[in-house]
C-alpha cells in the first residue's frame, strides 16, 4: 500500500475508518461473486459500446421502461 495513502486513512476518524472497511469489503465481495464474462459477451459489450459511441443522439429505452412495459401484459 502506497504509504500516503496510508497516511491518509489513519488520520480518519474511527467510524470513518470502520466505514471504508466496510465499503472495501462489499466491493470485493461483489466482484467475487462476479461471473466471469465470456469472450462472447465481452464482443456484444464492445459491440454495443461502438454503437452507441456512433450514434450518440439515438433515442435509448431505459431499464425502468422496459419494465413498465413487461408490467403492462
Known amino acids: 500500500m502506497n504509504a500516503t495513502l496510508y497516511q491518509e ?3 480518519l476518524s474511527p467510524a470513518e ?4 472497511a466496510q465499503d472495501i469489503l462489499d466491493s470485493v465481495a ?4 462476479a ?3 465470456t469472450e462472447a459477451q465481452r464482443a456484444e459489450l464492445r ?6 459511441r ?3 443522439d439515438e433515442p435509448i ?11 403492462e401484459r
Open 9 to 11: 486513512i489513519v488520520k
Open 17 to 20: 475508518r470502520l466505514q471504508l
Open 30 to 33: 461483489s466482484e467475487a461473486f
Open 35 to 37: 461471473p466471469p464474462l
Open 47 to 52: 459491440e454495443r459500446l461502438a454503437h452507441h
Open 54 to 56: 456512433a450514434h450518440p
Open 61 to 71: 429505452v431505459t431499464l425502468a421502461e422496459i419494465k413498465a412495459k413487461l408490467g
